[in-house]
């Protein structure tokens, strides 16, 4: 299935509506982040997926941007700084799970949780990040207040943005591969908050599961996952066009 979707030299279509994603390799260099029994680093295997995924969504015609390519540290605040200056169009970050359970297993993904100061971090956007405001009826200069607002606005559009891609990435991890699907959640994560573009953080399995780290340790199974996340993103990039289209 996968190598006949996939296969080599198939023609890129361009994603509608998305013109660059930040994919980010969590952990990383004196960060490894969850160890499995094996010895399988979380750190290598967020990394590894993360380059065939880069080279999947490049295959779409999609500017892609790794936050780091080697096994090297980066901090959480530059992590988004990278996403947030080159202004991408979305956000994905890669980790793998742990837990004291042994027993638990699953693939989830995490959207920035509604429980999350808003208001904080509107503020925080309008004294610190720029709006493309030159081709709106909007008057420069524009005042802080007005600033803020619309921050506001634009961090409720991308969560719920945010969750709508969560959506599309668990079915297509649902439809492709044999593994549970533990669903979408919120949470207060770092790279989460401070995207200020619809960001997902997924976490593709849990290295403290015997079964589930075997897998991962697969270089096919890593594969698929990487397929199916890709599925998901196209998926949603084209629903998004067709909701314009109902729209207009």
């Known amino acids: 299935l996968f190598k006949e979707k996939y296969a080599p030299g198939r023609v890129a279509v361009p994603l509608p509506g998305i013109k660059r994603i930040v994919v980010d390799a969590g952990h990383g260099g004196k960060d490894p982040g969850c160890i499995g029994r094996s010895g399988l680093r979380e750190k290598d295997v967020n990394l590894d997926i993360t380059k065939r995924l880069s080279k999947l969504l490049k295959g779409d015609g999609i500017d892609v941007v790794m936050t ?3 096994d090297t540290f980066i901090s959480l605040e530059r992590r988004a700084d990278i996403a947030n200056n080159l202004k991408t169009d979305l956000f994905v ?18 959207y920035v949780s509604g429980q999350v100061n808003d208001s904080k971090r509107a503020l925080y956007c309008a004294d610190n990040a720029s709006l493309d405001l030159y081709k709106t009826c909007f008057t420069n200069p524009v005042s802080f207040n007005l600033k803020a607002i619309l921050w506001d606005m634009i961090n409720t559009t991308n969560r719920a943005e945010s969750i709508r ?3 599309y990435v668990c079915r297509a991890i649902q439809n492709n591969l044999d593994t549970k699907v533990l669903g979408i959640k919120g949470a207060p994560f770092y790279v989460l908050k401070g995207a200020q573009s619809p960001a997902i953080l997924v976490e593709i399995g849990f290295l403290s599961n015997y079964d589930e780290e075997r897998s991962i340790k697969n270089s096919y199974y890593r594969q698929q996952i990487a397929e199916s996340i890709a599925e998901g993103i196209r998926n949603f990039s084209q629903d998004s066009r067709l909701m314009e289209l109902v729209k207009q």
Request: aromatic letters at 8%; proline letters at 0%.
């Open 165 to 167: 891609l969560a959506r």
């Open 68 to 70: 780091r390519s080697t």
């Open 93 to 110: 970050s890669i980790h793998s799970n742990a837990s004291r359970v042994r027993s638990l297993n699953g693939f989830e993904v995490y």
